[in-house]
């Protein structure tokens, strides 16, 4: 009897995530802004070793990533026993929601906050916490009334999508030393290294014990398709998300490929200089059309239009120009575009396509 076959509590209530829009009818080679993808895709070194890991494919992977955690501890400056692997911080995100947080535990994050955090805490039979923000940012008073005996994590991405504003250090630490005892500060760095001098949180990391930090390699590194992410954390945080993460969770060319992308350094910043170059351009150009964005500190701009209305004209209008950008009503912004910076053609394309809209000549 089917109707006797029930998911656990919480499952039925996860909307589908859907990723950005990579193809639009009747058009060849759209340009894809709609992922925050890194337009000069990955570096040569991590796919000359992507390339050679096709002769080990019949070699089960390492368990325990040590070459991979030593190259990320020494590229950070990291204790690479408190540096955990998985595929995508999305991963490590459900590690942190499965050994932690279950039936009447609750897990916050803000308004416009990253989706997955709330399906992964649905998934684990928790209670999903959803914050006000001030103007598009977080409120750390907020984030912390809303907290109580029952909070079990907080995330927080820093900066955040889709915004891509952020919270200073100092109000993240005041986060941190405000949560009630039980409770995890989980801070999102997708996007730290698009930061110039940021460490994503770490140093805090360091200084407590009840703060983990996650990265990816989806975004500068270029390696959304391959799967990468890390946390970082207290050893007695890693250890239990240790217990719940499968062996084998990466396979042999994740591994090695990440390895070699964050020992080139240079190509990050290479991509961090041309993104912060294009980035302001980009947003200087829309609000002089009369589109607006706070200033971000990620590799897309939130464009904010005057109406849903308007966004969605604007939306269509890119499409039929070949450019995909990503509308986000579902992060509660039904006025706004988020747009990936790419290169300088797409930025450039970008920037007439919205003046033609706007009847700008
Ligand atoms: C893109 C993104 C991630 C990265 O997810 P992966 O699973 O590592 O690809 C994590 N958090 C936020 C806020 C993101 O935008």
């Given amino acids: 009897m089917t109707d006797q076959i029930r998911p656990q509590p919480g499952i039925l209530d996860i909307a589908l995530y859907e990723g950005g829009k990579s193809h639009v009818a009747g058009v060849a080679n759209a340009v894809k802004l709609s992922s925050n993808e890194n337009p000069f895709g990955a570096s040569d070194r991590a796919k000359e070793v992507f390339q050679r890991s096709v002769h080990s494919l019949h070699r089960y992977p390492s368990t325990d990533h040590a070459n991979l955690r030593a190259a990320i501890a020494e590229v950070h400056g990291l204790d690479a ?19 932690y947080a279950g039936p009447k535990d609750e897990v916050v994050y803000t308004e416009h906050g990253f989706l997955m955090y709330r399906i992964y805490a649905l998934a684990a039979g928790a209670t999903p916490v959803e914050v006000p923000e001030r103007e598009r940012t ?50 999102d760095g997708a996007y730290a290294e698009y930061v110039e001098g940021y460490d994503g949180g770490a140093a805090l990391v360091d200084a407590r014990d009840n703060v983990v930090m996650t990265r990816t390699f989806s975004k500068v590194y270029g390696l959304g398709g391959l799967r990468i992410g890390w946390g970082y954390g207290p050893k007695h945080i890693i250890d239990v998300l240790n217990r719940v993460r499968g062996p084998f969770n990466l396979s042999t060319a994740q591994l090695d490929v990440a390895e070699a992308a964050v020992r080139d350094q240079d190509f990050v910043a290479k991509c961090r200089n041309e ?64 747009i990936t910076i790419g290169d300088e053609a797409s930025c450039r394309r970008v920037a007439h396509a919205v003046a033609q809209f706007k009847g700008v000549r």
């Fill in 81 to 99: 026993g408190r540096v955990i692997c998985g595929a995508g911080s999305d991963e490590v995100i459900n590690f942190l929601c499965q050994a």
């Fill in 138 to 187: 977080a409120d750390v008073d907020a984030i912390l009334a809303a907290c109580n005996r029952r909070t079990k994590l907080v995330f927080l991405a820093n900066p955040n999508n889709p915004t891509g504003t952020m919270v200073s250090a100092a109000e993240v630490a005041r986060l941190a030393a405000g949560l009630p005892a039980q409770a995890i500060l989980v801070l």
């Fill in 275 to 338: 993104n912060a170059r294009l980035r302001s351009w980009l947003a200087v150009a829309l609000a002089e059309l009369g589109v607006p964005s706070d200033t971000s500190m990620a590799n897309f701009v939130l464009a904010r239009f005057a109406s849903q209305d308007e966004a969605e004209a604007c939306d269509a209008f890119l499409q039929e120009q070949g450019l995909i950008v990503r509308r986000v009503a579902g992060y509660k912004l039904p006025h706004c575009l988020r």
